[in-house]
């Protein structure tokens, strides 16, 4: 028998999910689970099972619709199950929950690839996820002995062909939603955002403290500017007051969400999220006015599309609350926008632009930057390089340099089939292989 589910305080009461009962399955034969996560779950439960004549009736019992709906808490799930009397049984199943530490493991596992991200918000158990977690010591999926099904009904199999039909009824919702597994494990969908945001943000805050490329240019100031003799003599243009100093931070505005009765048609998070946005930008724009020695002479920024205001909305507010009301409407997919949003973090709206378009250079130019990285190259010759319009792909190694419109050199690297920006640009592609090379 396993352990009873540990409570956990309110976030553990705002965990429970009811499931509608699932229409009967079509055909005798279909497999009950598709994916991965979901036959590992049925692996689990056939190999504690000690009859497989009980298992067979548990599959007919869920395929002709004997399951009520589902209720599941972290640790365990149960149902009324039809069988042979007028009353349904009360089947349940529980499940060995994940200790506060391995939790703390499979959170850092999970946080640290934004693939992983992106799936679980597509409500997928990311590709290799499993893998990674028990490497980091934590069993992701149950096995025979997390598993402990039990049943109000006079049998005393383990198990019973009620507690089986519920077990198979659950591999089905797997399917459909991943965060069913984990809340069996023992944490919530909720729970787990807020705590993927928190790391998200610390991480992002990193990201950005890190010095950026030592090859990186500033922006220019563009010549010719019709209006520069006239506001150059202080004889006819009265000076400017001081300026205010910088404030720590920007402002969060009001709590909308919290609201006792919004007004029809408004989405309080959202008025939210965009006020905090408002403050962040103006709060940039303040400390770039205020750094006159660098930006009093640049060039405003080009106007951005609504695709690269939603990345940089993401970028700004590295929330998974924000990231999947973004990834909700935006027309892409989650992986695509936490791609784009990495991007951003590292470049703005150039780095996103190496992200999404390839083009081709200036004749000349590739031959030339690869005369350099040879003859800069600390010892012997670099590695193979493929060469397509902007991109060097290097060879026998998921990494990649792509050549920015701006001149700069953006590392990449593959992680289950995505390419992903993977460091700052720098102007130098020797310093950007080498940086490749030394990653994991």
């Not at 149902?79 to 199943?93: I, L």
């Not at 994940?98 to 590709?127: C, F, S, Y």
């Not at 205010?244 to 029809?264: C, F, K, T, Y």
């Not at 905090?276 to 724009?285: C, I, K, T």
Request: charged share 25%.
């Amino acid at each position: 028998m396993t352990a009873p589910a540990r409570r956990r305080g309110p976030a553990h009461r705002q965990s429970a999910r009811t499931f509608d009962a699932l229409p009967p399955a079509k055909g005798s034969r279909a497999p009950f689970a598709e994916s991965w996560w979901g036959r590992a779950w049925l692996h689990a439960l056939e190999d504690s099972s000690l009859d497989s004549g009980r298992l067979q009736r548990g599959r007919t019992y869920a395929r002709r619709g004997a399951v009520d709906q589902v209720t599941i808490v972290p640790g365990s799930a149960t149902a009324r199950v039809q069988g042979s009397r007028r009353t349904p049984y009360r089947a349940a199943v529980r499940v060995r929950q994940l200790t506060d530490q391995e939790w703390d493991h499979l959170l850092d596992v999970i946080a640290e690839r934004a693939a992983n991200i992106a799936a679980l918000l597509d409500r997928e158990m990311p590709a290799g996820l499993a893998d990674d977690a028990e490497a980091a010591g934590v069993a992701l999926l149950p096995g025979p002995q997390d598993l402990d099904p039990d049943c109000d009904c006079p049998d005393w199999g383990l198990p019973c062909k009620h507690a089986a039909a519920l077990c198979y009824q659950i591999a089905r919702l797997l399917d459909r939603d991943a965060f069913v597994l984990l809340l069996l494990r023992g944490r919530g969908e909720r729970e787990l955002i807020d705590e993927l945001s928190r790391r998200n943000v610390v991480r992002a805050a990193a990201e950005a403290a890190a010095p950026t490329g030592a090859g990186m240019p500033l922006p220019r100031a563009r010549g010719g500017d019709p209006a520069g003799s006239v506001f150059s003599s202080r004889a006819e243009v009265p000076p400017l007051p001081a300026m205010p100093p910088l404030p720590d931070g920007a402002g969060r505005g009001p709590a909308l969400a919290e609201a006792a009765a919004p007004e029809p048609g408004v989405d309080p998070g959202g008025l939210e999220l965009l006020a905090a946005d408002v403050a962040l930008r103006a709060h940039h724009l303040l400390a770039e006015a205020l750094d006159t020695s660098r930006h009093a002479s640049t060039a405003p920024p080009a106007p951005l599309t609504e695709w690269q205001d939603a990345v940089r909305l993401a970028a700004a507010h590295p929330t998974m609350e924000v990231f999947a009301r973004i990834a909700a409407t935006c027309g892409r997919s989650p992986t695509e926008l936490a791609a784009a949003t990495r991007a951003w973090r590292y470049g703005g709206a150039r780095s996103l632009d190496v992200l999404e378009n390839a083009w081709s250079p200036p004749a000349g130019r590739l031959e030339h930057d690869g005369d350099a990285l040879r003859a800069d190259w600390a010892e012997g010759a670099p590695p193979r390089l493929r060469s397509w319009r902007n991109r060097w792909t290097i060879e026998g190694r998921d990494a990649q340099l792509r050549l920015g419109r701006d001149g700069l050199w953006y590392p990449y690297s593959k992680d289950r089939g995505t390419w992903w920006p993977s460091g700052s640009p720098d102007a130098d592609p020797a310093v950007v292989l080498a940086a490749v090379l030394g990653g994991p």
